[in-house]
């Protein structure tokens, strides 16, 4: 059962158009652990965009390790954190950051969330102060006997 | 029946846009490079580690700059696309060789035909980091000043060459 289906996966795999095949191992970190904190830190700032929900620090791919790397040294040179991540962003976009800056291609991005929730709020109060459904509803007399009889019937379990 | 519009129509936007959202391909990030002057580089020529090649040597001249790699498997799709293109002269394409090995990257170009006038050597992939490379095939049309004006990242498909890069370098060309 379970082989065909690993099968028919790696197969489709194998014919599958395109792919960016990247991935590789982690290179060891290496040995002066100030250092390498500080190019965790600023890693853990960069997205890596083969993979774009994991950031520089977390992702095996070769980019990835490449970056780490282009950091390592960087911060070898004396370079600061800000002089650091502006040589990314010159290159690969503010989609590198993953913290994206706040400007006004991005005010969507930031502020849409508050707009939706502040849209919500508005809706939910004025239906609070203004319910639609006002008072008591006056029966005829020919529905109140309708209940009566719809609720008899369901009291005995006839209906 | 009125009261059902409002929220029918709005899970019917929310499906417009999230549908609109699936199309869109995440990996195209507008590059910040178009519209600025190509990263400089002198590297190793493919061919000859003798004689080196630098994007300056093309100022004056309308490019395309072709990033590709012999295990790059999108590659082999856009191949018969760049000796297309090649062929047809309408525009000269440099290659960069990236992260590749000598041998296996001659042994590619002598299997599959070679579209490139000259294949630049970028052994450790440094001068990708300056072009911003993270998915390869990458393609860049620069201009006579030397300017990044188009970017494709992925394979450059006949369509594309069609509609993006052979009108821009016409245009280019002009200029």
Same mark, same amino acid.
């Given at each position: 059962?379970?082989e065909?289906?690993? /099968?028919?996966?790696?197969?489709? *795999?194998?014919?599958?158009? +395109?792919?960016?095949? =990247?991935? $590789?191992?982690?290179?060891? @970190?290496?040995?002066?652990?100030?250092?390498?904190?500080?190019?965790?830190?600023?890693?853990g700032?960069?997205r890596?965009?083969?993979?774009?929900?994991?950031?520089?620090?977390?992702?095996n791919?070769?980019?990835a390790?490449?970056?780490?790397?282009?950091?390592?040294?960087?911060?070898?040179?004396?370079q600061?954190? /800000?002089?650091?991540?502006?040589? *990314?962003?010159?290159?690969? +976009?503010?989609?590198? =950051?993953? $913290?994206?800056?706040?400007? @006004?291609?991005?005010?969507?991005l930031?502020?849409?969330?508050?707009l939706?929730?502040?849209?919500?709020?508005?809706?939910?109060?004025r239906?609070?102060?203004?319910?639609?459904?006002?008072?008591?509803?006056e029966?005829?007399?020919?529905?109140?006997?309708?209940a009566?009889?719809?609720?008899?019937?369901?009291?005995?379990?006839?209906? | 029946m009125?009261?059902f519009?409002l929220?029918?129509?709005?899970?019917?936007?929310?499906?417009?846009?999230?549908?609109?959202?699936?199309t869109?391909?995440?990996?195209?990030?507008?590059?910040?490079?178009?519209?600025?002057a190509?990263?400089?580089f002198?590297?190793?020529?493919?061919?000859d580690?003798?004689?080196?090649?630098s994007?300056k040597?093309?100022?004056?001249?309308?490019?395309?700059?072709?990033?590709?790699?012999?295990?790059c498997v999108s590659?082999?799709?856009?191949?018969?696309?760049?000796?297309?293109?090649?062929k047809s002269?309408?525009?000269?394409?440099?290659?960069?060789?990236?992260?590749?090995?000598?041998?296996e990257?001659?042994?590619?170009l002598?299997?599959?035909?070679?579209p490139?006038?000259?294949?630049?050597f970028?052994?450790?992939?440094?001068?990708g980091?300056?072009?911003?490379?993270?998915?390869?095939?990458?393609t860049?049309?620069i201009?006579k000043?030397?300017?990044?004006?188009y970017?494709?990242i992925?394979?450059?498909?006949?369509?594309?060459?069609?509609?993006?890069?052979?009108?821009?370098?016409?245009?280019?060309?002009?200029?």
């Open positions: 059962m379970a065909p289906l690993v /099968r028919a996966l790696a197969l489709a *795999m194998l014919l599958a158009p +395109g792919g960016w095949a =990247l991935a $590789r191992e982690a290179p060891p @970190a290496a040995q002066d652990p100030v250092l390498e904190q500080r190019v965790m830190a600023i890693s700032e960069l890596c965009l083969v993979c774009q929900n994991q950031t520089i620090a977390d992702s791919a070769e980019l390790a490449d970056l780490r790397k282009e950091v390592r040294e960087k911060i070898r040179q004396g600061s954190d /800000r002089e650091i991540i502006d040589f *990314m962003v010159e290159r690969y +976009g503010d989609f590198v =950051l993953y $913290r994206p800056p706040f400007k @006004a291609t991005t005010l969507l930031w502020l849409g969330p508050l939706l929730l502040a849209t919500g709020l508005t809706i939910l109060f239906r609070l102060a203004h319910p639609r459904v006002k008072g008591d509803v029966l005829t007399a020919d529905e109140r006997d309708r009566r009889r719809l609720l008899a019937s369901k009291e005995t379990g006839e209906g | 009125n009261r519009l929220p029918v129509g709005i899970f019917a936007a929310l499906v417009a846009l999230l549908g609109v959202g699936l869109l391909n995440p990996r195209e990030v507008p590059s910040p490079l178009i519209g600025k190509a990263p400089h002198e590297l190793p020529q493919l061919h580690s003798a004689k080196t090649f994007e040597d093309m100022l004056g001249k309308v490019w395309v700059l072709n990033v590709w790699a012999s295990w590659c082999r799709e856009e191949h018969p696309v760049l000796l297309d293109l090649a002269g309408a525009v000269p394409i440099y290659g960069l060789n990236y992260k590749d090995r000598r041998p990257g001659l042994g590619w002598k299997n599959m035909g070679d490139y006038q000259i294949s630049a970028d052994a450790d992939g440094r001068v980091i300056d072009y911003g490379v993270y998915g390869v095939p990458e860049y049309v201009d000043r030397g300017v990044i004006r970017k494709r992925g394979p450059l498909t006949t369509e594309i060459v069609k509609e993006k890069v052979l009108p821009l370098v016409q245009e280019l060309g002009r200029g």
